[in-house]
């Protein structure tokens, strides 16, 4: 079993900054790789980013550009940062993990709780 826990969500402005991190525990070298989703009010949950083991990243457009996934050495820990935010990045993010990059993408094997952000006009 793998635990993921996020923290850094909040109240930003327009064009502010936030940075959200994961930290996993437990049986964490059956991990692949791991990413954000997100799900804004009224709307379906959506992948936003992944990073695999080997450090491979894959961003949705409506963030490239914006935001920016790393990772820790221990892989451990992921971030989020995130940049220029928008309105409409308002949502509730979640820590994704998964023993394939596609499970990642469409159905994580692990969840975390989501952090909340909201980013005002």
């Known amino acids: 079993q793998v635990q993921l826990v996020e923290s850094g969500g909040g109240l930003v402005q327009a064009g502010g900054s936030l940075r959200l991190s994961c930290a996993a525990s437990?049986?964490?070298?059956?991990?692949?790789?791991m990413g954000w989703h997100r799900q804004a009010p009224g709307k379906e949950r959506e992948s936003i980013v992944t990073?695999?083991?080997?450090?491979?990243?894959n961003y949705a457009d409506s963030v490239k550009g914006r935001f920016t996934i790393s990772r820790d050495n221990a892989g451990n820990t992921v971030y989020l940062q995130m940049r220029s935010l928008k309105p409409e990045d308002t949502a509730v993010y979640y820590c994704?993990?998964?023993?394939?990059?596609?499970?990642?993408?469409?159905?994580?094997?692990?969840w975390g709780q989501g952090t909340q952000v909201t980013v005002s006009s």
């Open positions: 994704a993990a998964g023993h394939s990059l596609v499970r990642v993408l469409r159905l994580p094997d692990y």
């Open positions: 437990g049986t964490i070298s059956s991990i692949y790789a």
């Open positions: 990073i695999t083991s080997g450090g491979g990243t």
